[in-house]
């Protein structure tokens, strides 16, 4: 995709703009993005992890052909013109076998990777840095090079074998902890720029030794941590000043920088950080917080107003399932059992989004929008519980409408950063 080249060359003409990507499965999540490109006439980057869609599956259920399937499924509904849609491979590597042995991760991350390849992805971050069976927590920059290097060479296979065009790369791998930290944050210091140039030069002295020299021709850019984190109750926010010799080491090169986690930023934040350099901004859970607000809101006001529906029976369903299967959430969510119960629902990192694919979850939501669909809404109960979305009030409602303007308010906050020129339109 055209848009994905284009930022390093207009951040060092001094025109920088950005690209959201968008990290999430959840279909109203994906709805709201494309709406929004089709709307616009604005690219829109799609991402999916290694944790959320693999070859087996992942906690999705889909494999990466499915996950493209269902993308472009919804953009050809939303009536997105042809070449807008972009998707993206995140932290593709070991880490969901990282309890294997090196060899054997390896083995199944080069497996993934040519999923994600063959099924027309057209950028991969290669992310190789976590320690497997027997190994220390992190790698050296060495190894980690080595084996994003055997990565690369297999998606370069897989895409020509495939017959899409050779895809972008994304190298690096210092980022937060994915989903947000564990704990109260007070401060979190940038990657120091002996650590990016070192980080770059490695990658470019392996790939070019492993034949691999027009792959790295296609690195656009570098995972690094520009100072930005959310943990489960509190943000840091950029500070330009910390991040300046940082954003320096792009100088005249031909990358940018990918910021993770930048979720919950402001806007006046996401901007600086598009200005600084750091013009690919992935945000995920901040989008399934604001699909699980309007949710939990729309679940209050039918149990205000339709005595039949019950008392919040969509959060009941949740918390049941969340005990249920607490894998996802209990290594995460520290104290006392009343604060865990508060986190499951209100977290930052809002854990509960691995919960919303499950059948459970799938047939509340579904009762939930069955008995609100055609409703007429007072504008009073919506004050009351979406203050933020009064303009569905006194007329019959289409809840999916509430959900997708509900993810659709944090993805403005996220265009007007990356298109400044462009007016808000919500």
């Not at 902890?177 to 210091?189: E, I, N, R, W, Y």
């Not at 930023?265 to 607000?293: H, M, N, W, Y």
């Not at 508060?342 to 939930?368: F, K, P, T």
């Amino acid at each position: 995709m055209g848009i994905l080249t284009a930022l390093a060359p207009a951040h060092r003409q001094g025109t920088a703009f950005g690209i959201t990507s968008v990290c999430s499965a959840h279909p109203v999540v994906l709805r709201a993005a494309i709406r929004r490109a089709a709307l616009h006439h604005t690219p829109v980057l799609i991402e999916a992890t290694c944790n959320q869609v693999n070859h087996t599956g992942g906690y999705t259920g889909l494999d990466p052909a499915a996950f493209a399937a269902l993308a472009q499924r919804i953009a050809a509904q939303e009536a997105l013109p042809d070449g807008l849609l972009a998707l993206g491979g995140d932290h593709l590597g070991p880490n969901p076998w990282r309890h294997l042995p090196a060899d054997a991760a390896m083995m199944q991350a080069r497996a993934m990777i040519r999923a994600y390849a063959a099924a027309g992805f057209a950028k991969l971050h290669l992310d190789a840095s976590m320690g497997c069976a027997g190994e220390g927590e992190a790698l050296d920059d060495t190894v980690t090079a080595t084996r994003a290097a055997s990565l690369a060479a297999v998606a370069e296979e897989a895409a020509l074998a495939a017959g899409h065009p050779p895809p972008v790369y994304i190298i690096g791998t210092e980022v937060p902890p994915p989903g947000g930290a564990d704990h109260v944050l007070s401060q979190v210091p940038p990657t120091s720029p002996a650590a990016a140039r070192l980080t770059l030069a490695v990658h470019r002295e392996i790939f070019a030794k492993a034949g691999l020299a027009a792959a790295f021709a296609r690195v656009i850019g570098l995972v690094v941590q520009p100072g930005v984190e959310f943990g489960n109750a509190n943000v840091i926010g950029y500070d330009p000043a910390q991040a300046q010799s940082l954003a320096a080491v792009l100088g005249d090169t031909p990358f940018v920088f990918e910021a993770h986690s930048t979720d919950y930023q402001s806007a006046d934040a996401l901007r600086s950080l598009v200005t600084d350099g750091f013009c690919i901004l992935k945000v995920g859970p901040e989008l399934t917080f604001a699909l699980r607000e309007a949710l939990y809101g729309l679940d209050l006001i039918a149990s205000d107003m339709i005595p039949a529906y019950g008392q919040r029976p969509l959060k009941t369903a949740m918390e049941a399932l969340m005990i249920a299967h607490p894998a996802d959430w209990q290594r995460h969510y520290p104290g006392t059992a009343h604060a865990q119960a508060v986190l499951r629902h209100y977290s930052y990192s809002d854990r509960i989004r691995y919960y919303w694919n499950r059948l459970e979850a799938v047939e509340a939501v579904a009762h939930l929008m069955q008995t609100l669909k055609g409703q007429t809404l007072p504008v009073t109960l919506l004050r009351q519980h979406l203050p933020a979305l009064t303009r569905f009030a006194d007329a019959p409602l289409d809840p999916e409408a509430v959900l997708i303007a509900a993810v659709d308010a944090v993805l403005n906050t996220y265009h007007l950063a990356c298109h400044p020129s462009q007016p808000p339109t919500n």
